[in-house]
Structures are given as structure tokens and as C-alpha cells.
């Protein structure tokens, strides 16, 4: 079965540093992954995806996240963070084969900025 | 307007009084599925359908039941719902290359159940 860890509940940041989400992946095939973030309120919103290639992927809002086999991890990153980005970020796992469709999300990471 | 629609928004039900959450997609996408999301564990994939009449089980099923009859629907019923699936839930639609791509969803439906 597929699983997605984010060891961080909760990161505080001051606005302009960079930033640096963890997430950790469990999956036997190559996996798809996700990053979407949610503001308050709101849906969610899909950051960036990985399926193959390239093993850094660039999103949207200046976002980037780097695929590491070895590691099982997909980490997001920012370099110069805004505080229009505090929300909730969630990584995410796809599963390819007969549970194509199939989706899991880790339990979030909650992002504040400090101005 | 390109959307995913919910119904109702909120709701407040007794155990075991069957309801319908419906949701519906104008963007004639094939990929739909059901979430719900509750504090600390994030969202969880309970239904989803890559087309009419497909569907499969998400991470969650127990106590929910979908059907896909029409490209545009896919409603979400809970026979007899008990406390515990008290939750916010969520739809989302994809397009026929399914939940990999960009999925919309919709603005969520806050279920309690007393």
C-alpha cells in the first residue's frame, strides 16, 4: 500500500528566507507525485507534479521540489519565501498499474510567515 | 464558468438518517473523486471514478457508497452515517488523463452528524 509522511505539522519561517517542506513516500513502482497547497477556506491547489524525467520539477508561485529515489522523498522548496504562501501544504502519492486513480495524501504541513 | 459544485455546504444530521452529498463538474472531465479531510491526517481519498460507471475504492471507503451514471455527477452517499464521519469533504474532477493531471476541486461540504 502507498503512504506519504510529512514530519513537519507545523513551520515557521520569516518572509524572504527560503523554505524547505519534507516529505517521504512509500510506494513498490515509480510513483506519482504531488505537491498542493491549501489556503484557509479554500480547495486545494496543485503546486507541481512528478511522473518521470527530470528529477527536479519547477511549479507554480516560484515553487520547485526535488525527486530523490534513494531517499523516498519529494521535498518542496522556495527560495525567498512571501507571506502570501502561509497555508497548508500537502504532499501526495499516486499509485500507476490497476489502482491507476488511486491517490493519498500526507497529514499536511502548516506554514506561517513572519514579516 | 469552469467549476465543481457541492451540495449541500453544510449540513447537521442525526445517526443514521441516510444523505446525499452531490457534486457535479461542467468541464466534461472523466476523472472524479471523493476526500475527506479531517485535522491532522489530512485528506483522504474515499471514492474515485475514472469514467461512467467505473469506479473504485480510495484509501477510506467504509460507510460511503458513489455511483457514476453520468459523466457529470457522482454523488457521494452515506446509508447510515454515524459520529465519526463527521468531516469536511471535498470533490474533485480531472481530465480523461485522469488524477494526474491538474484536479479541481470543489469548495467543500461541512458534514456533521450528532
Known amino acids: 500500500a502507498q503512504s506519504v509522511t510529512q514530519p513537519d505539522i507545523h513551520i515557521t519561517v520569516s518572509e524572504g528566507a527560503s523554505l524547505e517542506l519534507r516529505c517521504n513516500y512509500s510506494y513498490g513502482a515509480t510513483p506519482y507525485l504531488f505537491w498542493y497547497v491549501q489556503s484557509p477556506g479554500q480547495g486545494l491547489q496543485l503546486l507541481l507534479k512528478?511522473?518521470?524525467?527530470?528529477?527536479l520539477v519547477q511549479g507554480i508561485k516560484g515553487f520547485e521540489a526535488e525527486f530523490k529515489r534513494s531517499q523516498s522523498s519529494f521535498n518542496l522548496r522556495k527560495p525567498s519565501v512571501h507571506w502570501s504562501d502561509a497555508a497548508e501544504y500537502f504532499c501526495a502519492v499516486g499509485a500507476g498499474g490497476t489502482s491507476y486513480g488511486k491517490l493519498t495524501f500526507g497529514q499536511g504541513t502548516i506554514l506561517t510567515v513572519h514579516p | 464558468e469552469a467549476q465543481v459544485t457541492q451540495n449541500p455546504r453544510y449540513l447537521i444530521t442525526v445517526t443514521g438518517k441516510k444523505l446525499t452529498v452531490t457534486c457535479s463538474q461542467n468541464m466534461n472531465h472523466e476523472y472524479m473523486s471523493w476526500y475527506r479531510q479531517d485535522p491532522g491526517l489530512g485528506l483522504r481519498q474515499i471514492y474515485y471514478s475514472m469514467n461512467v460507471e467505473v469506479t473504485d475504492k480510495g484509501d477510506v471507503p467504509e460507510g460511503y457508497k458513489v455511483s457514476r451514471k453520468e459523466k457529470r455527477n457522482f454523488p457521494l452517499i452515506l446509508e447510515s452515517p454515524s459520529p465519526n464521519q463527521t468531516s469536511l469533504y471535498f470533490c474533485a474532477s480531472g481530465q480523461a488523463s485522469g488524477y494526474t493531471d491538474t484536479q479541481y476541486f470543489g469548495p467543500g461540504t461541512r458534514l456533521t452528524v450528532l
Open positions: 512528478y511522473f518521470s524525467g527530470d528529477t
